[in-house]
């Protein structure tokens, strides 16, 4: 993409928007390592989701819960998992996080340039990810917080009606803008791989929510931790019980897309519900501080406490996460997506700097197991600028395309050692690059391959 501008749509073609992408091309000027900079785009989209997350709180409910959720979102560990991968989820809770303030904030002061303003926040998230419609949907939450009891109410309610109208349109006069590139109408086929449509449902609708209610189960006490999910209990109860408007509007903006999500997802992880969770952090915030507030009366050092004992397992996991992931406590959909099988990396930069010192000596042919996607794709990234490394997509053999590039030039294959079934004849094993271990004992491995080139049949009748 950042090479041809023919290509500034592509991702479009697998159903995903282009933004993040979009966004990480002039990063590539500044930082060499690709994987790194999209880590980085990442980092910077976790910095304002964090700073969503403080003013969410700070300006609706108190300073003090501001800070808690700023605290709760820098060592959560499902946010430092993510915040530091190169995926799109972490724009869209920034995107999300502040689509929910702006919408707050325009019930509360209803103002033309409020409107304008949400409606580019909206219309960024959807050019993010397609789930960013969620932000869409939950707009009439914010009715909640509307003050029904002062003057011109009927005035007051059309007015911000309207300016609803204006961010809802501008929203969707920016999400159109992708009509521009080929491929625009994949976004609602590729939807329909993910998602279950209402009619497929019919006689079964609890079919996908109730296992997916169990992923919750098992991923929620890993990734927030057993203390913070015991003060989201808490502050659910609290903004119930006093009637808190804000609260209770921010806790079913957070709800209702996770809600829909687990009913309606054909595939269900955990990044799918990443961007749900910062407007949580703000309620658990709300049950610590309440509790802190409590011990203080009792207890000098009360809050200290409670900082301690938010930061046991955070600590535990983070240093896990940035000292030995493999033993990290990630929940299991995640450790086979990024560390176990196939879609895991390993070895990939490693590869690329052989290959292009290779290539520097003649052009070179390199085979995949792979068409799209982690193999050939996570390799091209490193070597997309390299003029003389050719590469061909195929099966988890060497195929026969691949032994007669190798009477030319140099060739090699790089497979997956899962996928890929037998050692075959005339190929050298150059370098194994093991992949995580499974808590079944079983470890994948990426292996790179030299081919040899088969004497042709002529010149096996000449010898």
């Given at each position: 993409m950042k090479n041809e501008p023919t290509l500034r749509f592509l991702p479009l073609s697998d159903g995903k928007t282009p933004l993040f992408m979009w966004i990480m091309m002039p990063t590539f000027k500044l930082i060499e390592d690709p994987l790194y900079a999209g880590r980085f785009l990442s980092v910077i989209a976790g910095f304002f989701t964090l700073s969503g997350v403080f003013f969410l709180g700070w300006k609706f409910f108190s300073t003090k819960v501001g800070l808690?959720?700023?605290?709760?979102?820098?060592?959560?560990?499902?946010?430092?998992?993510?915040?530091?991968?190169?995926?799109v989820d972490s724009m869209l809770a920034a995107f999300s996080i502040w689509s929910i303030n702006l919408?707050?904030?325009?019930?509360?002061?209803?103002?033309?340039?409020?409107?304008?303003?949400?409606?580019?926040?909206?219309?960024?998230?959807?050019?993010?990810?397609?789930?960013?419609?969620?932000?869409?949907?939950?707009?009439?939450?914010?009715?909640?917080?509307?003050?029904?009891?002062?003057?011109?109410?009927?005035?007051?309610?059309?007015?911000?009606?309207?300016?609803?109208?204006?961010?809802?349109?501008?929203g969707l006069i920016i999400y159109n803008l992708l009509r521009l590139g080929q491929g625009f109408t994949s976004l609602s086929s590729r939807n329909q791989d993910y998602i279950f449509s209402p009619l497929e449902l019919v006689g079964r609708p609890l079919d996908p929510f109730l296992p997916h209610w169990g992923d919750i189960v098992d991923w929620m006490p890993k990734l927030l931790g057993p203390v913070a999910i015991l003060f989201l209990l808490i502050g659910i109860v609290l903004i119930f019980i006093k009637k808190q408007k804000y609260g209770i509007a921010?806790?079913?903006?957070?709800?209702?897309?996770?809600?829909?999500?687990?009913?309606?997802?054909?595939?269900?992880?955990?990044?799918?519900?990443?961007?749900?969770?910062?407007?949580?952090?703000?309620?658990?915030?709300?049950?610590?501080?309440?509790?802190?507030e409590k011990l203080s009366e009792k207890i000098r050092f009360g809050s200290l406490i409670l900082i301690f004992l938010l930061l046991v397992w955070p600590i535990y996991f983070n240093s896990l996460l940035l000292t030995d992931i493999q033993k990290a406590p990630i929940p299991k959909n995640e450790r086979y997506g990024y560390l176990e099988e196939w879609t895991a990396g390993y070895g990939f930069e490693e590869i690329a700097?052989?290959?292009?010192?290779?290539?520097?000596?003649?052009?070179?042919?390199?085979?995949?197991?792979?068409?799209?996607?982690?193999?050939?794709?996570?390799?091209?990234?490193?070597?997309?600028?390299?003029?003389?490394i050719s590469f061909v997509g195929g099966d988890a053999v060497v195929s026969g395309d691949l032994r007669n590039a190798a009477r030319e030039h140099p060739t090699f294959f790089v497979a997956n050692k899962s996928r890929y079934f037998n050692y075959q004849d005339k190929i050298e094993l150059i370098k194994e690059y093991p992949k995580a271990v499974s808590p079944t004992g079983s470890q994948d491995a990426i292996l790179l391959f030299r081919v040899f080139p088969v004497a042709s049949d002529s010149a096996e009748n000449n010898q």
């Amino acid at each position: 993409m950042k090479n041809e501008p023919t290509l500034r749509f592509l991702p479009l073609s697998d159903g995903k928007t282009p933004l993040f992408m979009w966004i990480m091309m002039p990063t590539f000027k500044l930082i060499e390592d690709p994987l790194y900079a999209g880590r980085f785009l990442s980092v910077i989209a976790g910095f304002f989701t964090l700073s969503g997350v403080f003013f969410l709180g700070w300006k609706f409910f108190s300073t003090k819960v501001g800070l808690w959720s700023s605290f709760l979102y820098v060592i959560t560990p499902y946010f430092v998992f993510f915040d530091r991968m190169a995926l799109v989820d972490s724009m869209l809770a920034a995107f999300s996080i502040w689509s929910i303030n702006l919408a707050l904030l325009l019930v509360k002061f209803p103002r033309l340039d409020l409107a304008m303003i949400l409606g580019y926040v909206l219309g960024g998230g959807l050019l993010t990810k397609t789930p960013a419609f969620f932000n869409f949907l939950v707009l009439p939450v914010t009715a909640l917080t509307f003050n029904f009891a002062g003057k011109n109410r009927p005035r007051r309610m059309i007015k911000l009606f309207s300016l609803f109208i204006v961010s809802v349109v501008i929203g969707l006069i920016i999400y159109n803008l992708l009509r521009l590139g080929q491929g625009f109408t994949s976004l609602s086929s590729r939807n329909q791989d993910y998602i279950f449509s209402p009619l497929e449902l019919v006689g079964r609708p609890l079919d996908p929510f109730l296992p997916h209610w169990g992923d919750i189960v098992d991923w929620m006490p890993k990734l927030l931790g057993p203390v913070a999910i015991l003060f989201l209990l808490i502050g659910i109860v609290l903004i119930f019980i006093k009637k808190q408007k804000y609260g209770i509007a921010v806790f079913l903006m957070a709800l209702i897309p996770l809600l829909i999500e687990m009913a309606l997802l054909k595939t269900f992880t955990a990044r799918y519900i990443l961007f749900p969770f910062p407007p949580m952090l703000v309620i658990m915030a709300i049950g610590i501080n309440y509790i802190s507030e409590k011990l203080s009366e009792k207890i000098r050092f009360g809050s200290l406490i409670l900082i301690f004992l938010l930061l046991v397992w955070p600590i535990y996991f983070n240093s896990l996460l940035l000292t030995d992931i493999q033993k990290a406590p990630i929940p299991k959909n995640e450790r086979y997506g990024y560390l176990e099988e196939w879609t895991a990396g390993y070895g990939f930069e490693e590869i690329a700097k052989y290959l292009d010192e290779e290539s520097k000596k003649e052009p070179i042919i390199v085979g995949t197991e792979g068409r799209f996607g982690t193999l050939p794709d996570g390799l091209q990234i490193y070597l997309d600028a390299n003029r003389n490394i050719s590469f061909v997509g195929g099966d988890a053999v060497v195929s026969g395309d691949l032994r007669n590039a190798a009477r030319e030039h140099p060739t090699f294959f790089v497979a997956n050692k899962s996928r890929y079934f037998n050692y075959q004849d005339k190929i050298e094993l150059i370098k194994e690059y093991p992949k995580a271990v499974s808590p079944t004992g079983s470890q994948d491995a990426i292996l790179l391959f030299r081919v040899f080139p088969v004497a042709s049949d002529s010149a096996e009748n000449n010898q």
